[in-house]
């Protein structure tokens, strides 16, 4: 093997270590995981076509994350920002709840799995603050500031670069990115993101453990006791959403019927409990429905999130189908 096929070799591996990382600042900045990975391959090529010219006034990390941050930038030309239902409009009551037609994917914020983001085999307080800076709120909450302010507040306050390492990756002075930090931040303090309990609690698995067991035995009034008065469902690429235990169980017995029988996987996503949601399928067979994303807090489910997109399932290792 010669010199120049090693150098592209190692190139290639430094290049890799740094995946994961880019993936999850690429995440945060555009609201979506396809999107998030798209990013990062264009942010590889990229880099890779110009290895050559990198001088090292910056460090390799800053580099990688300036021209991630350009290729973000690129991609987030769009007026329209992701969102999640809730943002879209009011709630609907049961009585008048129609899914309607299906938004654009675009349209909201899409989860995405734990591993591709973050380092789930980590430091446990570190692993635990990286959870709350991918969930579906936080992210969300991202999505309403300017890209420079957003770039400025992941790469300082969760990836924890100095602000001159932000600076370079920026292409900007300090000076700016503590403007831009000190916004966005200011910003932020008005998003509303609460604090979810802590994934892996006994407490936590206790309830986990009773909502998988209480929705594919589809008894709702055990489902209904686990709800806040405030528990929110939605379900994109629908703009519908439904808040409190009542309506929930209204619609679980009502137009939501079609998960009766259905089964659970788990997949660690976006912080939080998620599962893969198969609905029955003919003898002995479940099929893709949703991706659920269930939201706990003071040992009470919050948010019941539902990405109605079968054909992702690949992204979160989640097989085609179930069987017995």
């Not at 990198?54 to 990390?61: A, T, V, Y």
Request: charged fraction near 20%.
């Amino acid at each position: 093997m010669g010199a120049t096929s090693s150098a592209t070799i190692d190139l290639d591996r430094t290049f890799e270590t740094h995946r994961r990382e880019l993936t999850g600042y690429c995440y945060r900045m555009l609201g979506a995981g396809s999107e998030a990975e798209d990013a990062v391959q264009e942010t590889m090529l990229r880099a890779w076509r110009s290895s050559a010219s990198f001088e090292g006034r910056s460090s390799l990390r800053s580099w990688l994350y300036r021209i991630a941050t350009n290729v973000c930038v690129d991609m987030h030309r769009s007026p329209q920002r992701r969102a999640r239902p809730m943002e879209l409009g009011p709630s609907t009551a049961v009585a008048g709840a129609k899914p309607g037609e299906p938004r654009a994917e675009h349209t909201f914020v899409q989860p995405i799995a734990d591993a591709k983001v973050i380092d789930v085999d980590g430091d446990p307080a570190s692993v635990a603050v990286a959870r709350d800076s991918i969930r579906l709120a936080f992210v969300a909450a991202l999505q309403h500031l300017p890209p420079r302010q957003r770039a400025a507040l992941i790469l300082c306050d969760v990836l924890h670069l100095s602000a001159n390492e932000a600076a370079a990756a920026l292409e900007t002075s300090v000076a700016s990115v503590n403007s831009a930090l000190q916004r966005a931040r200011a910003t932020m303090t008005t998003a509303r993101v609460p604090s979810l309990d802590a994934v892996g609690s006994p407490a936590h698995r206790k309830l986990v453990d009773r909502y998988v067991d209480a929705f594919e035995r589809y008894d709702i009034a055990a489902l209904v006791r686990m709800m806040r008065d405030d528990v929110v469902l939605s379900m994109p690429p629908y703009d519908l959403w439904l808040q409190g235990p009542n309506d929930l169980a209204a619609w679980f017995v009502g137009q939501g019927i079609g998960c009766k029988g259905g089964r659970l996987l788990p997949v660690a996503v976006n912080g939080t409990a998620g599962f893969g949601n198969y609905r029955p399928a003919g003898p002995g067979r479940w099929e893709p429905f949703a991706v659920q994303v269930i939201e706990i807090v003071g040992e009470k489910i919050i948010g019941h999130h539902n990405f109605l997109y079968p054909e992702r399932f690949g992204d979160f290792a989640l097989p085609p189908y179930v069987t017995e």
